[in-house]
């Protein structure tokens, strides 16, 4: 009974095991890729230190930390609730292991006791001598190699269980400096957390003093970011109107595609959700769509793309091949690089160096420009765009991960 009891929990407890280590791996790497976050999102800022900043700028800096070392202190959470149930099992197992040997223990006391005194030469001589038969003789023979036997099994059963049960006992510490460790990393995460809401506080406070001004410098920015994006599908337009003039097509709406281009779509397509981010590294400072302003929530904000705050001297890099349709300078955003994906194209803006020629097949990943300072903020900022034609497609449902 002990030992079918024994053998369904180790049964289950394996099959949590499995559970927690993929669950634990899984936290890990969580940990491992906020905190690669929060260094680069230190790195992209600590490059802009020297330069004055507005306030609704710091207010953004501030609320960027803060959200990052948000999701870091959740990870933790979960991290240290993970392991504090594990120990709870541990322990639980611990206990019933300690039961099952003490009862191991007391089952064979009694066997060897037994045995002492039935156990020696004359007595198992005379016990099969005193068979009716032959076949009895041997039925006793065989039992008495049995008991051997059982009595082997139960020694070496606690010998296993004894470390098992040491294994565990080490395996309870080893969680127990874990968890600690984890609730240290914690602690000075929420510290630091503590520390930058009380920062954004004092911020908030001044920008609502100045909440009509700045709502005036975002209306006046809305407009000049219209305004390169009137002028980005304007030459989107003349690159599908170009390219199909070649087949006889009038569309300035619709590439006409032959079936290599055709192919080329279906692969990008294939890729949604899987492509690489057009930079190395890098922080997302403003998102697709149409929302309230993060600060100044009265006011609505659009963007047709992304915006991408980046190292100095970083490169932009082509996310799939396909073929470099335009060059342009774009008043406000320095240098656009369109690149031709089947029907989708996508748009690097604000480069201030350009290492690809129109016309140019790029590959996956190749570096096709530097990215500039941003003329409205001094950041370096990359403002990418992906089309459809001429329909404006949400990158972060695209890039990984982004």
Avoid: C
């Avoid at 611990?94 to 223990?105: A, C, E, F, P, Y």
């Avoid at 920015?221 to 599908?240: C, G, N, P, T």
């Avoid at 006011?299 to 705050?309: A, H, P, Q």
């Amino acid at each position: 009974m002990i030992k079918l009891r024994f053998f369904i929990f180790f049964l289950l407890f394996s099959v949590s095991s499995v559970v927690f280590a993929q669950t634990k791996a899984e936290l890990e790497a969580r940990r491992l890729e906020i905190k690669k976050e929060i260094a680069d999102i230190n790195k992209i800022l600590v490059s802009t230190q020297q330069r004055e900043k507005s306030l609704l700028e710091e207010v953004e800096e501030i609320q960027l930390r803060i959200t990052s070392v948000e999701k870091l202190v959740r990870v933790y959470n979960q991290e240290a609730n993970l392991i504090t149930q594990n120990i709870n099992e541990n322990a639980n197992r611990i206990d019933r292991l300690r039961t099952d040997l003490s009862n191991l223990k007391e089952d064979y006391g009694l066997m060897i006791q037994e045995s002492y005194r039935s156990n020696n030469q004359q007595n198992r001589i005379m016990f099969l001598l005193s068979s009716e038969s032959f076949f009895q003789a041997y039925k006793r023979l065989q039992y008495m190699k049995q008991y051997a036997n059982y009595r082997k099994q139960q020694g070496e059963e606690i010998q296993a269980k004894t470390k098992e049960l040491q294994a565990l006992n080490d395996e309870l510490f080893k969680q127990r400096k874990e968890k600690e460790s984890i609730l240290a990393e914690n602690r000075k995460a929420k510290s630091e957390l503590v520390s930058n809401q009380k920062n954004l506080k004092s911020l908030l406070a001044q920008v609502k003093v100045k909440e009509k001004d700045f709502k005036s410098e975002i209306k006046d920015k809305q407009k000049q970011v219209a305004k390169i994006d009137q002028e980005i599908e304007r030459l989107i337009k003349e690159a599908i109107a170009r390219e199909n003039a070649k087949s006889g097509s009038k569309s300035t709406t619709r590439f006409k595609l032959t079936p290599e281009a055709k192919a080329l779509a279906k692969d990008f397509y294939k890729n949604k959700g899987k492509l690489p981010w057009p930079v190395t590294s890098g922080i997302v400072s403003m998102r697709f769509g149409k929302h309230r302003h993060p600060i100044v929530r009265t006011t609505m904000i659009e963007s047709n793309g992304v915006r991408i705050d980046t190292e100095k001297h970083s490169n932009a890099r082509a996310i799939f091949e396909g073929e470099v349709s335009q060059i342009n300078k774009i008043p406000g955003a320095n240098i656009a690089v369109m690149i031709r994906h089947g029907d989708y194209i996508t748009v690097y803006n604000n480069l201030d160096k350009v290492y690809v020629e129109k016309g140019d097949t790029v590959f996956r990943n190749q570096d096709i420009g530097r990215v500039g300072k941003n003329p409205s903020s001094g950041k370096t900022t990359l403002f990418f765009q992906l089309f459809k034609n001429l329909k404006k497609l949400n990158p972060e449902l695209w890039i990984y991960k982004m």
